[in-house]
């Protein structure tokens, strides 16, 4: 296990040397110029060109790239175009509604999709087991930033139980969290019943009924944790994708998070911040995706790594 978690933490490197290359190509293709907007609508295009000049931009890009990659090496991340702080200062503020967030959305998604996806299929067949998959498919086609003004009108603007936008307390994560993990509700639902139906059928289920187990322990002792293996999958890389995903509905609900501030920093060239959250959201995922290997052998003492 530890020669396995080594090889993939080494394997980190190259990835994330390619994926910067990517994002810096990806950064200066975006149109328009940051020093543009920085010097302001009325700057000469002298001014312009001293601000290019001061930013670095009139380098080759290849001096830009090599200057990029020695900053990450050094700890030197830059300093914001748009704020002229260092990068970290303008982000390390933004990672935390970001995260609880993300929490916030992967923990009730994952109680509630395994909830539904278990009834569903000791009930297959069932007007329940049709009601919930109907649910769940609904809860995958719905566009996040519909789902998100419509919890909000209802939720906020005519009940007034939870704040319309912002992060004044825990309550204001609630309405965002079930914008952003409904689909992923619905995603471990619709896995979790695929994998209890085709566990069920299995002798071991029948033997153990047999030996007189009561239902409860049959489902969730053996069937349940059997199956856990394949929802891992799911909530692994959905967990990585709701921090980068996190961007529309933090734009619905106005939450400062990175997901926002990424717009933000695209929408000014930005050029700095834009990348060095990319790179998060990339080192992230990665991470996350190497969690859900080792999980794997909890979950299921039979799986051997190389």
Do not use: C
């Amino acid at each position: 296990m530890k020669q396995y978690v080594l090889k993939r933490l080494l394997n980190i490197i190259p990835i994330m040397i390619v994926v910067s290359i990517i994002i810096f190509m990806f950064i200066h293709l975006i149109p328009g110029d940051p020093a543009r907007i920085i010097a302001g609508q009325k700057a000469t295009l002298e001014e312009i060109e001293i601000m290019r000049e001061q930013l670095g931009l009139n380098d080759p890009y290849i001096v830009q790239y090599k200057n990029f990659m020695l900053g990450i090496l050094t700890g030197d991340w830059g300093n914001s175009l748009k704020t002229g702080l260092p990068v970290w200062e303008v982000i390390i503020p933004r990672m935390k509604p970001t995260l609880i967030l993300a929490i916030f959305s992967i923990v009730w998604s994952v109680i509630a999709g395994i909830s539904i996806g278990v009834i569903s299929a000791i009930n297959r067949g069932k007007l329940i087991d049709y009601i919930v998959m109907v649910g769940a498919s609904s809860g995958i086609s719905l566009p996040l930033f519909w789902l998100g003004l419509m919890l909000m009108q209802i939720f906020s603007v005519k009940l007034g139980w939870f704040p319309t936008t912002g992060i004044d307390s825990l309550s204001s994560y609630v309405l965002p969290s079930i914008t952003l993990g409904a689909g992923i509700t619905a995603m471990i639902a619709r896995y979790t019943r695929s994998s209890m139906i085709e566990i069920l059928k299995e002798n071991y289920i029948r033997t153990s009924r047999a030996k007189g187990l009561s239902e409860f322990i049959v489902i969730n002792k053996h069937a349940l944790r059997n199956s856990l293996v394949d929802v891992i999958t799911i909530v692994g890389l959905q967990f990585g994708f709701l921090l980068a995903g996190s961007v529309l509905v933090e734009t619905v609900f106005a939450i400062p998070g990175l997901g926002r501030l990424l717009i933000d920093s695209i929408l000014f060239r930005d050029y700095t911040v834009v990348q060095t959250v990319l790179l998060i959201f990339t080192f992230q995922f990665i991470i996350i995706n190497l969690i859900v290997d080792v999980l794997y052998g909890v979950a299921n003492p039979k799986i051997r790594y190389q």
